[in-house]
């Protein structure tokens, strides 16, 4: 199993910019890929950016060049810049780990951008 605690959303001003944090309970390099997903009012998840344990990154079109996702292997954490946020970025973001062909969640961090 893999339990997952985002952390670093909250409230900001349009442009501004966010980290988010995912601290996994086991060494990430075992687990296949890890992602950020977010879901805004009324809509459904969506996928906004992943890694794989070789380091492979993939990014929403609505993201790209705005937000970075990385990771840090000796504190078993990935992270979301987050820069030049826009209202439409307004969500509570997941943090997801693919281990074993399963697939794991966090509890969810609110990001709010202020117009």
């Known amino acids: 199993q893999v339990q997952l605690v985002e952390s670093g959303g909250g409230l900001v001003q349009a442009g501004g910019s966010l980290r988010l944090s995912c601290a996994a309970s086991?060494?990430?390099?075992?687990?296949?890929?890890m992602g950020w997903y977010r879901q805004g009012p009324g809509k459904q998840r969506e996928l906004v950016a992943t890694i794989t344990n070789s380091g492979s990154t993939n990014y929403a079109d609505s993201v790209k060049g705005r937000f970075t996702i990385s990771r840090e292997t000796a504190k078993r954490t990935v992270y979301l810049q987050m820069n030049s946020l826009k209202p439409e970025d307004t969500a509570v973001y997941y943090c997801?780990?693919?281990?074993?062909?399963?697939?794991?969640w966090g509890q969810g961090t609110q990001v709010t951008v202020s117009s």
């Open positions: 086991r060494n990430i390099f075992s687990i296949s890929a």
């Open positions: 997801n780990a693919q281990f074993l062909g399963v697939a794991y």
